[in-house]
């Protein structure tokens, strides 16, 4: 699998797990967003997940975006998906219709889009799934940048 010098890879530093996008939002909701994470955060443990397949949206005959998606874990992931969405709700944000796709971006395809031959059996790499954080993004030219506006511990331990 070679995907050309067409795919701007994520630097590891900004590989993360999307639990919900927020889009704009006004410092003033910033606290009642924080108090609505901290209260999903604390009723889920820690634990561990493993990454799985390789993926890529909309999909590996037109792909854009180049992903890794979860294996182990993902039952409690998206249990922790559902509860941050159901805490933020009463404070605007739209509950989520399509299914939760967990996945970490690996890179995104400049110009059209490639048609690629993806391998099965992509298994690995365990880690442990511990906090959630609230992170401003801002797209630039050279790629997001990203800040933490909130951490919060699963389990409500700090």
Excluded at 13 to 39: Q, S
Excluded at 89 to 116: D, I, M, Q, W
Aim: aromatic share 6%; proline share 5%.
């Amino acid at each position: 699998w070679s995907p050309d010098d067409r795919v701007r890879w994520t630097r590891p530093e900004n590989v993360h797990l999307t639990l919900k996008f927020l889009g704009d939002i006004r410092a003033e909701a910033l606290d009642g967003i924080r108090d609505a994470l901290g209260e999903a955060c604390a009723q889920h443990a820690s634990f561990d997940t493993a990454l799985a397949e390789l993926g890529a949206f909309p999909s590996a005959r037109r792909a854009r975006v180049l992903w890794v998606g979860v294996g182990a874990g993902l039952d409690q992931l998206r249990s922790l998906v559902a509860d941050v969405d159901g805490t933020l709700a009463p404070l605007g944000f739209e509950r989520e219709k399509s299914p939760y796709v967990a996945h970490l971006t690996l890179g995104r395809v400049r110009g059209h889009p490639l048609n690629l031959d993806l391998p099965t059996g992509a298994e690995g790499n365990t880690f442990r799934v511990g906090r959630v954080q609230l992170t401003e993004s801002r797209l630039t030219a050279k790629g997001a940048t990203y800040r933490t506006m909130g951490d919060f511990a699963l389990g409500g331990k700090p």
